[in-house]
């Protein structure tokens, strides 16, 4: 990238928002329902709606509740009829975060903390057991605060084996983790018996429900079979649900939820000493954007329980059309038993290589995440999705037909690229090359993996940018 500086003479604002209009080309389009990962879109009235709403409280900061009540009263409604859409009773407390991420990385801390002040004994290396498909945040989380990570198997719908949770439990375990869902497989773990297992042991559980908090318990009044996952069960000490995604709020909202404030309390953060003042904050950031937050208390009221539920009905639909359609498929599979409308599907055919097929869709224009472990293809549905399910499947079985009969395209491009990374044995050597792609994006040449000399870039590399669905996804 060129050495760019400040503009010398600030520009029109016009001429900004057009430049800033032509940077929109390359990026993936939701607008059309062709993403099937990272915006929950809801058509332009909705959109601009949120616009009003986040831009009403645009420069309001709610790291001093006290000089902006109107950012408290959002925050303690929000967390209110999320608790109560959870099955929480009046003893539930709660804040709102920045995102999914914060309400992974917090709750860590919290019950890090919550352990020492409770237990007899001085744990010096906290442990937290969660399976294996928990949400990567909290991989991050374990990393950052000095927790070890220990991880369960699934079994063969994909969920945790809630037997195995128990044979980790020790005097060091600070925390159980589990999703309903979870993201790469859209499968609710066994709530129950683990609550039961976390009870029993007296150990504190938090049910990861970023993703489905607001889905699931509108998909359960729509009549679809789904295990118990909320404070109706007793074991569960805290959950997590982002307004961000099934909520449909504007980005940079979340929520936790503690059973009660004896734990809750440990997430807040009190210093005395500072020369600035008195410093108090319930979670990670320091300024917090109102906008976030007036736009996530927006979204519920407008949408209300009726709106969720005619959302979740449509989303549910269409998921069942989508798997049926992969069904049909005689040569794909969808993995496990997906409880929602998130879900992943692969190859039984030996003759077809998923990446290769993933390949073909991203041709007819499609943007779908690979996820690995197994190798497969990710699908979250939104309602706009409806409009485009037909042709999605239509599409599969080109797609399909099309890697069947030239098997070489599994050997070539980005599938044996995708296919090289998710089976490669040498794991450091893939999380070392990923590292560097990193720097190099964020390092002084400030590359983007794809939009330049693609010749240049070391095949793994190339392999690398792909897998990653955090990151972004480029073109190679
Ligand atoms: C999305 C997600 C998160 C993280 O949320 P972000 O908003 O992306 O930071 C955590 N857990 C689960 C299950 C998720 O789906």
Not at 25 to 36: E, V
Not at 157 to 176: C, M, Q, S, V, Y
Not at 376 to 397: C, G, Q
Not at 406 to 413: D, N, Q, S, V
Request: hydrophobic share 40%; charged share 25%; proline share 5%.
């Amino acid at each position: 990238m060129e050495n760019i500086r400040i503009p010398e003479k600030g520009l029109e604002y016009k001429q900004v928002l057009e430049i800033m209009r032509g940077y929109k080309k390359d990026d993936a389009n939701y607008k059309d329902s062709k993403t099937w990962s990272l915006v929950y879109y809801l058509g332009e009235e909705y959109t601009q709606f949120l616009k009003d709403a986040y831009t009403l409280f645009f420069s309001e900061n709610a790291l001093n509740p006290i000089a902006f009540k109107s950012l408290k009263q959002f925050e303690a409604e929000v967390i209110r009829m999320t608790a109560n859409m959870l099955n929480g009773n009046e003893n539930v407390v709660g804040t709102m975060t920045s995102g999914g991420t914060e309400s992974c990385l917090l709750p860590v801390v919290t019950y890090r903390d919550f352990a020492k002040a409770k237990r007899k004994i001085w744990i010096k290396k906290p442990e937290m057991i969660a399976p294996e498909s928990i949400h990567v945040g909290w991989e991050k989380a374990a990393h950052y605060f000095g927790v070890k990570m220990r991880h369960v198997p699934l079994d063969s719908t994909r969920r945790a084996d809630a037997g195995a949770i128990e044979k980790l439990i020790n005097k060091n375990t600070i925390l159980i983790v589990a999703s309903a869902p979870t993201y790469p497989h859209g499968v609710v773990d066994p709530i129950e018996d683990i609550g039961a297992i976390a009870l029993k042991h007296n150990i504190p559980f938090h049910v990861d429900s970023c993703l489905g908090g607001f889905l699931l318990p509108f998909v359960e009044k729509l009549g679809y079979p789904v295990p118990k996952f909320d404070f109706r069960v007793p074991g569960v000490t805290s959950m997590s649900a982002d307004v961000h995604k099934y909520g449909f709020a504007a980005k940079g909202a979340s929520t936790i939820l503690y059973r009660n404030m004896d734990y809750m309390k440990y997430q807040i953060y009190v210093y005395t000493e500072w020369p600035g003042g008195i410093y108090a904050a319930s979670g990670l950031l320091g300024t917090r954007p109102g906008g976030a937050i007036a736009a996530a208390w927006a979204a519920m009221n407008a949408l209300g329980q009726d709106g969720y539920l005619e959302r979740a009905r449509i989303t549910m639909d269409t998921t069942k059309k989508l798997i049926a359609g992969i069904r049909s498929i005689p040569e794909l599979e969808v993995v496990g038993t997906p409880h929602m409308s998130v879900f992943a599907y692969g190859s039984r055919s030996k003759k077809v290589n998923i990446y290769a097929v993933g390949d073909q869709m991203e041709a007819k224009g499609w943007n779908i995440d690979r996820v690995q472990k197994p190798m497969a293809l990710h699908a979250m549905v939104t309602p706009l999705h409806e409009r485009v399910a037909d042709k999605y499947i239509a599409d599969l079985k080109e797609s399909v037909e099309y890697v069947k009969s030239h098997p070489a395209l599994a050997t070539k491009g980005n599938a044996a690229l995708y296919g090289v990374v998710a089976n490669i044995p040498f794991r450091g050597m893939v999380k070392k090359n990923v590292q560097k792609m990193i720097e190099e994006m964020y390092g002084k040449d400030g590359k983007i993996p794809g939009t330049g000399a693609e010749e240049d870039e070391p095949l793994v590399m190339k392999i690398a940018s792909r897998l990653l669905t955090y990151i972004g996804r480029f073109k190679v």
